[in-house]
């Protein structure tokens, strides 16, 4: 059977946007930490990085604000996806969000 044809069923899952994710990055003054926030997430008994990349349509397409994170954006959509990416909107700006499991 093709993935493809597979339902997934979403799972909501109670969390606090506004207050668990914090400003992460070491970047150029110029550059405000904002555009990445972080925390952790255990999921499954799994902890993982939970990260949001600032975003705003650029030029007709959707580009992290920070250009420190557009290749991190970039390689995002070179495995995940063809299209914009959906956002949630945290503190009054948009942002992807993105799980990595952590390293052993």
């Known amino acids: 059977m093709s993935t493809a044809s597979v339902a997934h069923m979403p799972i909501d ?3 606090d946007f ?3 994710l914090l400003p992460n990055g070491d970047f150029a003054e110029d550059q405000p930490a904002e555009t990445r926030l972080w925390c952790t ?3 499954g008994g799994m902890s993982l990085h939970m990260e949001a990349i600032q975003v ?3 030029d007709g397409m959707q580009r992290a604000v920070n250009p420190d ?3 991190d954006l970039d ?3 070179r495995i995940a996806n063809t299209g ?3 956002t ?8 992807v969000l993105v799980l990595t499991p952590y390293c052993e």
């Open 13 to 15: 899952l109670p969390f």
């Open 18 to 20: 506004e207050n668990s």
């Open 41 to 43: 997430v255990n999921l």
């Open 56 to 58: 705003a349509e650029i």
């Open 69 to 71: 994170l557009e290749d």
């Open 75 to 77: 390689a995002l959509s």
């Open 84 to 86: 914009p990416f959906r």
């Open 88 to 95: 949630t909107t945290i503190r009054g700006k948009e942002y």
